[in-house]
T-cell receptor, first 116, second 116 residues
Framework: KNQVEQSPQSLIILEGKNCTLQ??????????LRWYKQDTGRGPVSLTIMTFSENTKSNGRYTATLDADTKQSSLHITASQLSDSASYICVVSPAALSYNTDKLIFGTGTRLQVFP | EAGVAQSPRYKIIEKRQSVAFWCNPISGHATLYWYQQILGQGPKLLIQ????????DSQLPKDRFSAERLKGVDSTLKIQPAKLEDSAVYLC??????????????FGQGTRLTVV
C-alpha cells in the first residue's frame, strides 16, 4: 500500500533555531516528492519538488533532501522565523501510468510552532 | 497569474442538507483535484479530473458526493445529504497537462464546511 509517514507530528522551536522534519514513504514505483507549507486556514503552498534523480533542493531557508534508496526525505529549516509556524506536508507521487496523470499521496503533516 | 479560486470560503449547514462548492482552476490547467482535509489530517483525494474526464474517484463516497467538470474548466463538488463527519476543509487544486514528472500543483484556499 502506498503510504507517506511524517515525523514528528508536532514541533515547537524558538525563533532563530534550525529544525529538521522527516518523511518516510512506501510509494513504489516513485516519481517525485514534494514539500508543502500550509498556514492555518489556507491551502498548501509548494516549497520544493524533487524527482527520483535529485537528492537535494533549496528554496531560501528551506532545504529538502531525498534518499530514493531508503525512501526517506527531510526538510531542513534554517534560522526559523515566526512566519514559519505552519503545517509542513510531504507529498509523494507514484510513477505515472501515463504521462498525463499525476497522483498525489499526502502525509499527515508536521505542525511546527515557532515562538519568540 | 491568477491562482485557484474557490467559493464559498465558509459554509455552515445542518445535517441532511445539501451543499455545493465551486472551483475555478488556473487557466490552461488540465488536471483538477478535489481533496477533503479533516482537522489535523493531511488532505485526502476525493476525485481527480483530466480535462473533463475522471481519472480517479475511488475514494469519493458516491452515495452522497458528486462532482463534475463541465467543459474541462470549472468544477463543482456536491454533498447530498450531508453528515456530521463531512465537516472538513474542501481543497481544490490544479496542475498543467502532462504531470508525469511532477509538474506543480496549485491549491485554492479551500472551503471550510461545518455540518451541525
Amino acid at each position: 500500500k502506498n503510504q507517506v509517514e511524517q515525523s514528528p507530528q508536532s514541533l515547537i522551536i524558538l525563533e532563530g533555531k534550525n529544525c529538521t522534519l522527516q518523511c518516510n514513504y512506501t510509494v513504489s514505483p516513485f516519481s517525485n516528492l514534494r514539500w508543502y507549507k500550509q498556514d492555518t486556514g489556507r491551502g498548501p503552498v509548494s516549497l520544493t519538488i524533487m524527482t527520483f534523480s535529485e537528492n537535494t533542493k533549496s528554496n531560501g531557508r528551506y532545504t529538502a533532501t531525498l534518499d530514493a534508496d531508503t525512501k526517506q526525505s527531510s526538510l531542513h529549516i534554517t534560522a526559523s522565523q515566526l512566519s514559519d509556524s505552519a503545517s509542513y506536508i510531504c507529498v509523494v507521487s507514484p510513477a505515472a501510468l501515463s504521462y498525463n496523470t499525476d497522483k498525489l499521496i499526502f502525509g499527515t503533516g508536521t505542525r511546527l510552532q515557532v515562538f519568540p | 497569474e491568477a491562482g485557484v479560486a474557490q467559493s464559498p470560503r465558509y459554509k455552515i449547514i445542518e445535517k441532511r442538507q445539501s451543499v455545493a462548492f465551486w472551483c475555478n482552476p488556473i487557466s490552461g490547467h488540465a488536471t483538477l483535484y478535489w481533496y477533503q482535509q479533516i482537522l489535523g489530517q493531511g488532505p485526502k483525494l476525493l476525485i481527480q479530473f483530466q480535462n473533463n474526464g475522471v481519472v480517479d474517484d475511488s475514494q469519493l463516497p458516491k452515495d452522497r458526493f458528486s462532482a463534475e467538470r463541465l467543459k474541462g474548466v470549472d468544477s463543482t463538488l456536491k454533498i447530498q445529504p450531508a453528515k456530521l463527519e463531512d465537516s472538513a476543509v474542501y481543497l481544490c487544486a490544479s496542475s498543467p497537462y502532462g504531470g508525469g514528472l511532477g509538474t506543480e500543483a496549485f491549491f485554492g484556499q479551500g472551503t471550510r464546511l461545518t455540518v451541525v
